[in-house]
T-cell receptor, first 113, second 114 residues
C-alpha cells in the first residue's frame, strides 16, 4: 500500500530564517506530487505541483520554492521566511492518470515568529 | 470564477444527533465532487467521491448527495459520535486542464459534544 510522509510535524522559525520541509511517498512510482498551504480558517491553496523529477510548476507567486530531487521526494523551501508563511503545509500525491484523486500527508504546522 | 462555498462555517451538535453540511459550487467543467474529513492537525482523508451521474454515495454513517443541475452537494452524518468532530471539506475537480484542478471549500468545522 502507498504511504506518504512529511516532516517535521511542527516547526517554529524566526522571520528571515530558511525553511526546508520534506515529503516522501512510498509504494508507488512516478506520482504527481503537490504542496498545499492551509491558513487558519481558509481552504487549501495549491502552491506547487510536480509531474516528474526536476519538473516543478508554481501556482502562486510567493516566497517559497519547491524541488523534486528524486521520484518520490518533494521538498518545499524558503531562503527567508516571512510572518505570512505561517500555516499548515500539506503534501499530496496522485497517480498520473487520476489527478483528481489526491492522497494527503499528515501535514507540517509552521509558525513564523 | 470557479468557487466552492460551504455552509455552515461551524456547527455544534450533541452526540447521537444527525447533521447535514452543505456545499455549493460553480466549477465548470465538472468532473467529480469529494468530501474529505480533516482531524485537527492532520491531513484530509477522503470520505466519498461522486461523479456527474451519481446522486448519492454512502460510507458508513456518512451519506453524500449531489445535484449536478443545481450544483449542490450535502453530507449527512447519522448518529454522530465524538470522533466525528473535525473539519469537513468539499472538493470539486474540473477537467478544464490536463492537471484536473481541485477546488477546495473552506470547510465546515463540526464539534460533537457528549
Amino acid at each position: 500500500s502507498q504511504t506518504i510522509h512529511q516532516w517535521p510535524a511542527t516547526l517554529v522559525q524566526p522571520v528571515g530564517s530558511p525553511l526546508s520541509l520534506e515529503c516522501t511517498v512510498e509504494g508507488t512510482s512516478n506520482p504527481n506530487l503537490y504542496w498545499y498551504r492551509q491558513a487558519a480558517g481558509r481552504g487549501l491553496q495549491l502552491l506547487f505541483y510536480s509531474v516528474g523529477i526536476g519538473q516543478i510548476s508554481s501556482e502562486v507567486p510567493q516566497n517559497l520554492s519547491a524541488s523534486r530531487p528524486q521520484d518520490r521526494q518533494f521538498i518545499l523551501s524558503s531562503k527567508k521566511l516571512l510572518l505570512s508563511d505561517s500555516g499548515f503545509y500539506l503534501c499530496a500525491w496522485s497517480t498520473l492518470d487520476r489527478v483528481e484523486t489526491q492522497y494527503f500527508g499528515p501535514g507540517t504546522r509552521l509558525l513564523v515568529l | 470564477k470557479n468557487q466552492v462555498e460551504q455552509s455552515p462555517q461551524s456547527l455544534i451538535i450533541l452526540e447521537g444527533k444527525n447533521c447535514t453540511l452543505q456545499c455549493n459550487y460553480t466549477v465548470s467543467p465538472f468532473s467529480n465532487l469529494r468530501w474529505y474529513k480533516q482531524d485537527t492537525g492532520r491531513g484530509p482523508v477522503s470520505l466519498t467521491i461522486m461523479t456527474f451521474s451519481e446522486n448519492t454515495k454512502s460510507n458508513g454513517r456518512y451519506t453524500a448527495t449531489l445535484d449536478a443541475d443545481t450544483k449542490q452537494s450535502s453530507l449527512h452524518i447519522t448518529a454522530s459520535q465524538l470522533s466525528d468532530s473535525a473539519s469537513y471539506i468539499c472538493v470539486v475537480s474540473d477537467r478544464g486542464s490536463t492537471l484536473g484542478r481541485l477546488y477546495f471549500g473552506r470547510g465546515t468545522q463540526l464539534t460533537v459534544w457528549p
